[in-house]
């Protein structure tokens, strides 16, 4: 048995202050506002960074605290989440809830608002549904029992399995229900269901770009408009000195990166292996 404690605050920070899209971050957050924890916050054991399966329960200080915790997996009791499915890491997000679910099939779908709102909550409730519909037949069974919309308190776009963690602005966007959203969704299956191996190349962002951004103009009838867009990104961004094979790309950082590893003309961004 380990027992240990102490404090995580560390302030987030954008990672990229040049690159307009990128979100602050950080290592882990536990103050007034919410809890953050990841793998970075070095909050649960770690040992040469096997894959993990966890059983865990959240305990408050104030029992009568409107708090509540999310993490991925399956819940059980009021603030218990366990994991048989091997993970990459263990994330605890909490705050000052307000909860709302429906059942979609074998599916429970949940939105976690940090102010409440039954009409965002519904419309994003809504569009997990209506995705799970479209993806399923295409990909296969959607692999975990929940997803879940959390409202962070400081802007964020994170897709993690089993739910995605976006910034209190950004769910507010109209826009963001049909192209950020679908996205997140998509990585269930590709990137938090399979996982890619970083030392050859992260293919699940441009799999997961194919099958919202790309797939949603191609319905609309606009989709050679969207490869032509994509093309001109990557001539607009991308230089002899900041190219770089497609096995180097693991996440976007910049502009140039984003093209390379979502737009690059070889692909368009779907390619699954680092040829």
Avoid at 67 to 94: C, H, N
Avoid at 149 to 173: A, C, D, H, K
Avoid at 203 to 223: I, K, N, P, Q, V
């Amino acid at each position: 048995m380990l027992i240990y404690s102490g404090s995580i605050y560390d302030l987030a920070e954008q990672s990229s202050p040049e690159y307009a899209q990128s979100f602050s971050e950080t290592s882990g957050i536990i103050g007034e506002q919410g809890v953050y924890l990841n793998y970075g916050s070095a909050w649960f054991p770690i040992f040469g960074g096997q894959l993990v399966t966890f059983d865990m329960e959240v305990q408050f200080a104030d029992t009568a605290s409107t708090w509540k915790a999310v993490s991925q997996g399956d819940r059980f009791g009021d603030s218990g989440w366990s994991s048989a499915d091997p993970m990459e890491e263990i994330y605890l997000i909490a705050a000052s809830f307000t909860e709302y679910s429906v059942q979609a099939d074998d599916v429970e779908v949940l939105a976690y608002l940090r102010t409440p709102d039954s009409n965002l909550a519904t419309k994003y409730m809504d569009a997990t549904e209506r995705y799970l519909k479209l993806y399923e037949p295409l990909l296969g069974d959607y692999p975990y029992s929940k997803f879940a919309l959390v409202e962070n308190f400081w802007e964020t776009g994170y897709g993690m399995p089993s739910f995605t963690l976006l910034g209190e602005q950004v769910i507010r966007f109209p826009f963001i229900l049909e192209s950020s959203y679908p996205h997140e969704i998509l990585h269930n299956w590709w990137g938090n269901g399979v996982y890619p191996d970083y030392e050859s190349g992260n293919w699940s962002e441009g799999l997961t770009a194919y099958l919202a951004d790309h797939l949603f103009r191609e319905m609309s009838g606009s989709g050679s408009q969207y490869r032509k867009d994509m093309l001109s990104r990557y001539k607009n961004y991308v230089a002899e000195e900041t190219d770089f094979p497609l096995a180097r790309f693991t996440s976007r950082n910049s502009a140039a990166t984003q093209a390379v590893g979502m737009a690059r003309p070889s692909c368009y961004g779907i390619c699954c292996d680092s040829n």
